[in-house]
Structures are given as structure tokens and as C-alpha cells.
């Protein structure tokens, strides 16, 4: 039943189109396609190099923010406590 009302959408949305590009002269067509695929081949190339560029942005931060987590976690640590207590040498 859902493939057959996906069919029938598909089939509308088909005529539409159908119905829209046949009044559209042939020379409009090509302007009209070579438009879309200029303005995707831009956004497509915008998002490739944007992502790019922002690949390891942060990642000197992230890296700034796990050498204090250890550094913190070394200061917690029982064993580098003791050797903060000065011990006097006994004779």
C-alpha cells in the first residue's frame, strides 16, 4: 500500500515537472540547466573547501584542554603528594 502511494506521488510530481519544462523553450532549458548546474557546482566546491579549511580549527584547543585534564589529574595524583611534604633527614 505505502509502495503504491509512493508510486502515485512520484507519478504527480513527474507530470508537474513535465507540465512546467514543456512550456519552457529548448534555448530556456539549456540556460535554465546551466544555471542550476553552476550554482551547485559552486555550493558543492564551497562546502569541499569550508570543510577543509575547518578540519582541525579546534582541534589545537582540544588538545590545550586534555594536557590540563592530565596535567590536573597528575596533581591529584597520591604518589606526587607525598613528594610535596619536605622530610627532615634523621640522625
Keep these: 500500500m505505502a ?8 507519478e504527480h510530481i513527474e507530470d508537474f515537472l513535465r507540465g ?9 532549458r539549456v540556460i535554465v540547466i546551466l544555471t542550476m548546474l553552476v550554482v551547485f557546482s559552486g555550493l558543492s566546491i564551497y562546502m569541499t573547501v569550508s570543510s ?27 604518589i606526587n603528594q607525598q613528594n610535596l611534604y619536605e622530610y627532615e633527614p634523621t640522625e
Excluded at 509502495?3 to 512520484?10: D, L, Y
Design 3 to 10: 509502495k503504491k502511494f509512493f508510486k502515485n506521488i512520484g
Design 20 to 28: 512546467i519544462c514543456g512550456r519552457i523553450t529548448p534555448d530556456k
Design 52 to 78: 577543509i579549511y575547518n578540519f582541525g580549527k579546534d582541534k589545537g584547543e582540544r588538545m590545550q584542554i586534555e594536557a590540563l585534564k592530565l596535567q590536573l589529574e597528575q596533581q591529584r595524583d597520591s
